[in-house]
Nanobody, 126 residues
């Protein structure tokens, strides 16, 4: 059974940076398209960033210019570099993956992704 494992979350001060990582475990699943979502307490889960391979990326409006999604295809890993973090970035961050090559307009839809991680907590606070 495929499971995605996230790591890299933690507590950081406003203006700081964190780098999240995501890797499949338990199978030979190869990530083609991937995304990061987050859920703050009392709020719905929201799209943060998505990518198809290394060339097509998409970002939520609130993180554009601050977050970057990237891939290491050789290691089958997905990363989320988060800079200039704000308290409103606080939440549980989830990695999602698909073996299909999604087009740009599909990247933010949760139902396009077959596999999900358990989430990693990111807290931005002074």
């Amino acid at each position: 059974q495929v499971q995605l494992l996230e790591s890299g979350g933690g507590l950081v001060q406003p203006g700081g940076s964190l780098r999240l990582s995501c890797v499949p475990s338990g199978s030979s699943f190869s990530i083609n398209s991937a995304a990061w979502y987050r859920q703050a307490p009392g709020k719905q889960r929201e799209f943060v960033a998505g990518s198809r391979g290394s060339s097509t990326t998409k970002y939520g409006e609130s993180v554009k210019g601050r977050f970057t999604i990237s891939r290491d295809n050789a290691k089958n890993m997905v990363f989320l570099q988060m800079n200039s973090l704000k308290p409103e970035d606080t939440g549980v961050y989830y990695c999602a993956g698909s073996g299909r090559g999604l087009i740009w307009s599909q990247l933010h839809y949760e139902y396009e992704y077959d596999y999900w991680g358990q989430g990693t907590q990111v807290t931005v606070s002074s």
